[in-house]
């Protein structure tokens, strides 16, 4: 079981800046799961933006991608944090925005396609012009 948290929606400017945060904990280690975050905006369908691999290896969607920065931490603490760099935000990014998890032996290939497993409850970000 891999529980999450997102944390860090707030309303900002169209070119600004904002940081997104996701608190996971769990009984499967950090190590051993692919993540990502995900946004859906009102009336539209769920879209995959940034993935980061076990490895580290980072695929962004082509919307967010030279803008958007995904990064993972892992601490001996258990504070296992993945993050979401959002720079020069659009007003089509106003979305609730979610972090998502899965183990790594349940895919062969984790990209943004993958069904992820493990969903936290969402935090809104909205990008007024």
């Known amino acids: 079981q891999v529980q999450l948290m997102e944390s860090g929606g707030d309303s900002v400017q169209s070119g600004g800046s904002l940081r997104l945060s996701c608190a996971a904990s769990?009984?499967?280690?950090?190590?051993?799961?692919?993540m990502g975050w995900f946004r859906q905006a009102p009336g539209k369908e769920r879209e995959g933006i940034a993935i980061?691999?076990?490895?580290?290896?980072?695929?962004?969607?082509d919307s967010v991608k030279g803008r958007f920065t995904i990064s993972r931490v892992t601490r001996v603490d258990a504070k296992n944090t993945l993050y979401l760099q959002m720079n020069s935000a659009k007003p089509e990014g106003t979305a609730m925005y979610y972090c998502?998890?899965?183990?790594?032996?349940?895919?062969?290939?984790?990209?943004?396609?993958?069904?992820?497993?493990?969903w936290g409850q969402g935090t809104l970000v909205t990008v007024s012009s």
């Open positions: 980061i691999t076990r490895e580290g290896r980072r695929t962004y969607a």
């Open positions: 769990g009984s499967v280690s950090f190590g051993n799961v692919c």
């Open positions: 998502a998890a899965i183990p790594v032996g349940a895919v062969a290939v984790c990209d943004l396609g993958t069904q992820f497993e493990y």
